[in-house]
């Protein structure tokens, strides 16, 4: 148990997918200027990551791995990732309307959301188990949403900020997301 909880805190602090690892900066940088917003996509990105994780590891170990196929892995988790983020649309679209406005294009973009993938494939790089692969997927989607929601936080804030007119947008966001790294570098000895 004690392996399971360093592998979950490890993803969502020490390898971080967004501020450690650089993976999912699109929908981290779009989606993050609002906190309803950056709640709601880490929602949806923890389904898709905790199903995707799960169903690509069985995939995996008793397709690919028992017919000598490892090499057709990318394709076939992009495809299952696919699948995932197509149902999440649809259940977002009818139960949450407000939600699936909001985010906008970036929903089906979770299906090249790169942490998403690079779970799937470090979870088998790691030779984790299914378990082992299930917590370090919650782990890094909670990483993900939290690195959001500081993100979205910090991003209304400067909204009523005094900002210079050639840092206004894009590159106040990209300083905040730099200075946010080099936070979460210090969580690195941690482990």
Same mark, same amino acid.
């Given at each position: 148990m004690t392996q399971l909880i360093? %592998? +979950?805190?490890? *993803?969502?602090?020490v390898n971080n997918f967004v501020l450690s690892r650089f993976l999912g900066i699109c929908p981290f940088v779009g989606v993050s200027?609002?906190?309803e917003s950056a709640i709601g996509m880490g929602m949806a990105v923890t389904f898709v990551m905790?199903?995707?994780?799960t169903i690509s590891w069985v995939i995996y170990e008793y397709l690919l791995a028992s017919f000598g196929l490892e090499y057709l892995r990318t394709?076939?988790? %992009? +495809?299952?990732? *696919?699948?995932?983020?197509?149902?999440?649309?649809?259940?977002i679209q009818k139960t949450a309307p407000a939600l699936y406005k909001s985010l906008g294009v970036y929903l089906p973009l979770i299906t090249?959301?790169?942490?998403?993938l690079g779970i799937a494939i470090l979870n088998i790089d790691l030779k984790y188990n299914l378990i082992q692969s299930m917590f370090h997927a919650l782990g890094g989607a909670l990483g993900f949403t939290l690195a959001m929601v500081i993100m979205a936080g910090i991003r209304e804030r400067l909204e009523g900020a005094t900002v210079p007119a050639s840092l206004k947008g894009a590159p106040i966001a990209f300083i905040v997301a730099g200075l946010l790294a080099i936070a979460f570098m210090g969580f690195a000895g941690m482990m």
């Open positions: 360093l %592998i +979950l805190i490890g *993803a969502v602090f200027k609002r906190v905790l199903l995707a994780a394709i076939v988790f %992009i +495809l299952v990732i *696919a699948a995932l983020v197509q149902f999440v649309e649809m259940v090249t959301n790169c942490a998403v």
